[in-house]
């Protein structure tokens, strides 16, 4: 069964650090670019992060460029988002995703394989 699994989530103060892991089960990651969106209530999910399966060619969005690193140990099938300085803006559910081709600008529909999101908040 493919499965990808979020965790890491929480309430943090502004400035503060999270970080978020996905876990696949029944696929590897190896041969996959990885994505992280973010979504609120109201909004369309947005492509925060991802990275490229060989060369570790990574995209960010501008705003989140300097804060957030993302990166792989596929010996462990799993791919982390390092989340520094966050600010309130950075509140919504964050979802893991895995799809067969690498794009620098990720939009939902390039992503076979979803997790089921975690949330973050950030707030005073």
């Known amino acids: 069964q493919v499965q990808l699994v979020e965790s890491g989530g929480g309430l943090v103060q502004p400035g503060g650090s999270l970080r978020l892991s996905c876990v696949a089960s029944?696929?590897?990651?190896?041969?996959?670019?990885i994505g992280w969106f973010r979504q609120n209530p109201g909004t369309e999910r947005e492509g925060v992060s991802c990275?490229?399966?060989?060369?570790?060619?990574?995209y960010y969005t501008d705003s989140v460029k300097g804060r957030f690193t993302i990166s792989r140990d596929n010996t462990k099938n799993t791919v982390f988002l390092q989340m520094d300085s966050l600010k309130p803006e950075d509140t919504g559910v964050y979802y893991c995703?895995?799809?067969?081709?690498?794009?620098?600008?990720?939009?939902?529909?390039?992503?076979?394989?979803w997790g089921q999101g975690t949330q973050v908040t950030v707030s005073s």
């Open positions: 995703a895995a799809g067969p081709i690498w794009s620098d600008a990720p939009t939902q529909n390039e992503y076979d394989y």
């Open positions: 029944g696929f590897t990651l190896d041969y996959y670019t």
């Open positions: 990275i490229a399966p060989n060369d570790g060619l990574t």
